[in-house]
């Protein structure tokens, strides 16, 4: 009795230690939730649309396979060449999958319009693209600076540096000044390229889009209040030679920790010109 008891809790203990590395697995097979709140809605508009072709497979496979199984001619089955034509199963075969479709196009269409509304965002940031550098302009602050490749990365991918990639901290992933935000505010970024295509994506931030030269093209995030960090990205579009060696960093600050960091990269006031000194009084004639 002792031994059959136990086998349950062993079978569910060996059930919990194949699913630990296969749900790891899984999540880095998955779409990245990511740290906005736009992030979370593509998220989970992505889970509703997976789940439903999932249930959509099992069942057309199930059929499929009950059927092969079932009416087999190794069974005796016998095609039934009597049935030519069913209205009835054409208007069902036919309505259920608008059904699908409409009920997978709602969210869809709304979120969609969700991802392209950047109407009242609190702080607006135009990203320049160029060969191979991006330049950051806080529009409304008078901040303005370029990120580059960080010069540990650029020392270590020279040839014959004797410098292990493995080495570096982020390689080929940091940059000497990152794009700096507040977390919980709706921030808009317009992107243009000085050069050739290219585009600004950051996984994390659930946001990419083309940098095209002549163009103005805007996408917005914002990162949710308890999700101050450090997130990294790249250009997705082949734009020349050093494509692959400009990244993309963006540090979400709590607000007392970004006005600090804007009051640093503000240019100090200049100082008022010293007021002229005083006629020095005449001496009184003798």
Same mark, same amino acid.
């Given at each position: 009795m002792l031994r059959k008891s136990a086998f349950p809790g062993a079978a569910a203990a060996a059930l919990a230690v194949l699913a630990a590395p296969a749900h790891a697995a899984w999540s880095g097979l998955n779409m990245t939730r990511g740290?906005?709140?736009?992030?979370?809605?593509?998220?989970?508009?992505?889970?509703?649309?997976?789940?439903?072709?999932?249930?959509?497979? !099992? *069942?057309?496979? $199930?059929?499929?396979?009950?059927? +092969?199984?079932?009416?087999?001619?190794?069974?005796? #089955?016998?095609?039934?060449?009597?049935l030519l034509h069913s209205t009835k199963a054409e208007i069902v075969w036919t309505a259920i999958p608008v059904l699908i479709l409409v009920v997978m196009a709602v969210p869809a269409a709304r979120t969609l319009i969700r991802i392209e509304d950047a109407s009242n965002t609190q702080l607006t940031i135009k990203v320049t693209g160029y060969q191979w550098k991006w330049q950051?302009?806080?529009?409304?602050?008078?901040?303005?600076?370029?990120?580059?490749l960080s010069a540990d990365s650029n020392a270590a991918r020279q040839l014959d540096s004797g410098i292990a990639p493995g080495s570096v901290p982020d390689y080929l992933l940091s940059v000497?000044?990152?794009? !700096? *935000?507040?977390? $919980?505010?709706?921030?808009?970024? +317009?992107?243009?390229?000085?050069d050739v295509?290219? #585009?600004?994506?950051?996984?994390?931030?659930?946001?990419?889009?083309?940098?095209?030269?002549?163009?103005?093209?805007e996408l917005w995030f914002q990162v949710q209040p308890d999700k101050a960090g450090v997130y990294r990205g790249q250009c997705a579009e082949l734009c020349g030679r050093d494509h692959g060696f400009m990244p993309i960093v963006v540090e979400a600050k709590s607000e007392a920790d970004y006005a600090?960091?804007?009051?640093?990269?503000?240019?100090?006031?200049?100082?008022?010109?010293?007021?002229?000194?005083a006629p020095v009084a005449a001496k009184a004639a003798n």
């Open positions: 740290v906005t709140t736009l992030s979370g809605e593509t998220y989970s508009l992505h889970m509703l649309i997976l789940w439903v072709c999932v249930a959509i497979g !099992v *069942v057309v496979f $199930g059929v499929m396979i009950f059927s +092969l199984v079932n009416f087999r001619k190794s069974k005796g #089955a016998v095609a039934d060449t009597s950051y302009d806080y529009i409304d602050e008078g901040v303005s600076f370029f990120s580059t000497d000044n990152p794009l !700096v *935000v507040p977390v $919980g505010k709706k921030v808009r970024i +317009l992107l243009t390229s000085q295509i290219h #585009a600004w994506w950051v996984p994390a931030l659930s946001v990419k889009k083309d940098v095209i030269p002549g163009m103005m093209n600090a960091w804007l009051a640093s990269k503000k240019p100090a006031p200049a100082a008022a010109p010293a007021a002229p000194a």
